[in-house]
Nanobody, 123 residues
Framework: VQLQASGGGLVQAGASLRLSCAAS????????MGWFRQAPGKEREFVAA????????AYADSVKGRFTISRDNVKNTVYLQMNSLKPEDTAVYFC?????????????????WGQGTLVTVSS
């Protein structure tokens, strides 16, 4: 599986963005997926995860109620819908794939990482 993230950009606070992560390979439906982010000068942090089937999701407290992760196993794509964006959401966002069954917030559980896409939220 190879991952390609897209959809980042510059938006004002309160706006919405949808990130996409397209996966190549035939095993997409057998991996769980996650989104992480890294702000300047900070460590990478968990944002959201979705299980192999899409039936189970998990979120960081900081984004719960604002962000929604979903996946389309026909299109081999995972999405992160981000609403009510705040300046503190500014970061490079990474998608990642894990052979862990279910959802996991631990970056060590993720086996494959895509390149990041930059999200900048202005106040």
């Amino acid at each position: 599986v190879q991952l390609q993230a897209s959809g980042g950009g510059l938006v004002q606070a309160g706006a919405s963005l949808r990130l996409s992560c397209a996966a190549s390979g035939r095993t997409f439906s057998s991996v769980s997926m996650g989104w992480f982010r890294q702000a300047p000068g900070k460590e990478r942090e968990f944002v959201a995860a979705v299980s192999e089937s899409g039936g189970s999701t998990a979120y960081a407290d900081s984004v719960k109620g604002r962000f929604t992760i979903s996946r389309d196993n026909v299109k081999n794509t995972v999405y992160l819908q981000m609403n009510s964006l705040k300046p503190e959401d500014t970061a490079v966002y990474f998608c990642a794939a894990s052979y862990y069954s279910g959802t996991t917030y631990r970056s060590l559980d993720y086996n494959l990482w895509g390149q990041g896409t930059l999200v900048t939220v202005s106040s």
